[in-house]
């Protein structure tokens, strides 16, 4: 019945890019703190997390696949960007989630309930079961993220390169997030824990509706209208914060944790993740020099909180200023514009307020390098 159910979500969760992607559902701070951080707190749960799962990527079945995405050099489809930020990951963004888990794991310890029903030692303060969990959660997020990059045949044009070779990477793209995916699936059905397996699969359909709500609010939407400040939150939660708290939850309750740790654990990955979320679409607002090229996406939080604060005759206005005779959208134009009102002070306002919430709930665990260590990452996020 599992395996029944994975085929068919395999077959369900591939998205055609649509408008500005970023590589990593985990964005980077930019600033250099954010990989010092990182590196210490992978000092602590004994070794670096970016190790997605090594059995998974030395398997003869992705060696097959990555010599086929070999062919795609000296084309533009957007899985070979991919690829490059798997191999070049210099900032620490791309394995985040496995490292959270692992971090929370060690720092609410073994419960007095796990001791003689789970029968695992504990590595550096960790379970053997919950080491599996943060590679299963780094799998999926993969999965996901080259799911991403399958392209819209429909909207190609002619600076997109040949068909043939957009098609091939779109197969690719299929494959190889499948593939990932399958031995997520198989890896969380060994855990043996019926609770945790329906748990991540809850956040698996977050992850893909919140990413079908992203689809259905085209560019061209998001020029008109967009979405409110509501709706933004709850889109950023399933796209950005379920899979994380989720697989925090899931990391206590291996560990026959109780029910307040479980939720302490689920709010410090939520508030988390949406506090990086707000830090990434910050960025251009807050760290954007002079004279430099900008691009940002229309529904990042800094343009949402302005469109509801300066109203829709108004937004529309202030796109059609920025808008050039060729048609063209003037972002640096639009940021200036966006910045000289109070939606960015609004953001900003919101990375803290998750960020203070991420630490309330941690505060909870006892004291330790671990928890230390996840302090130090929430407050990462209001540094810019």
């Not at 998205?15 to 964005?27: D, M, N, V, Y």
């Not at 060696?63 to 960007?81: C, D, E, F, W, Y």
Request: aromatic fraction near 8%; charge should be neutral.
């Amino acid at each position: 019945m599992f395996a029944s159910a994975c085929s068919k979500l395999l077959r369900r969760i591939t998205f055609p890019i649509r408008g500005h992607r970023t590589l990593s559902l985990f964005s980077s701070t930019g600033t250099s703190s954010w990989s010092k951080v990182v590196s210490d707190a992978e000092k602590i749960v004994g070794y670096p997390t970016s190790f997605m799962s090594l059995r998974c990527l030395l398997s003869d079945e992705l060696s097959n696949v990555a010599m086929h995405i070999r062919k795609l050099v000296g084309t533009q489809h957007p899985l070979l960007n991919t690829a490059r930020g798997f191999v070049y990951d210099s900032k620490n963004n791309l394995q985040m989630r496995g490292l959270i888990v692992l971090l929370l794991s060690k720092a609410a310890g073994p419960s007095h309930a796990a001791d003689d029903a789970l029968g695992q030692d504990m590595v550096s303060g960790i379970y053997p079961s919950q080491r599996n969990l943060a590679e299963i959660v780094e799998l999926i997020n993969t999965a996901f993220l080259v799911h991403r990059g399958v392209v819209n045949l429909k909207e190609l044009t002619v600076s997109d390169g040949l068909l043939k070779d957009m098609e091939f990477g779109n197969k690719m793209a299929v494959l190889s997030g499948d593939f990932l995916l399958a031995n997520a699936c198989t890896g969380l059905a060994q855990l043996n824990n019926t609770e945790v397996v329906e748990l991540i699969s809850s956040a698996i359909g977050d992850v893909v509706q919140g990413i079908y709500y992203e689809n259905y609010s085209s560019a061209e939407d998001g020029l008109i209208d967009g979405v409110d400040v509501a709706s933004w939150k709850e889109h950023m939660f399933l796209t950005h914060g379920a899979l994380l708290a989720k697989s925090c939850e899931a990391a206590m309750l291996l560990a026959k944790h109780d029910k307040q740790a479980q939720t302490l654990a689920y709010l410090y990955g939520k508030h988390l993740s949406l506090g990086h979320k707000l830090n990434s679409d910050l960025q251009p607002f807050v760290k954007g020099e002079m004279g430099q090229p900008v691009t940002f996406s229309l529904n990042a939080a800094p343009v949402v909180f302005h469109r509801q604060l300066v109203g829709k005759d108004r937004w529309h206005q202030q796109l059609q200023q920025a808008t050039t005779l060729s048609n063209q959208l003037d972002y640096s134009k639009l940021l200036a514009t966006v910045k000289s009102e109070k939606g960015v002070s609004s953001a900003l306002d919101l990375c803290c307020f998750h960020s203070n919430k991420a630490l309330e709930a941690i505060k909870a665990f006892p004291s330790s390098k671990a928890r230390s260590a996840l302090e130090n990452i929430a407050f990462a996020v209001t540094k810019f």
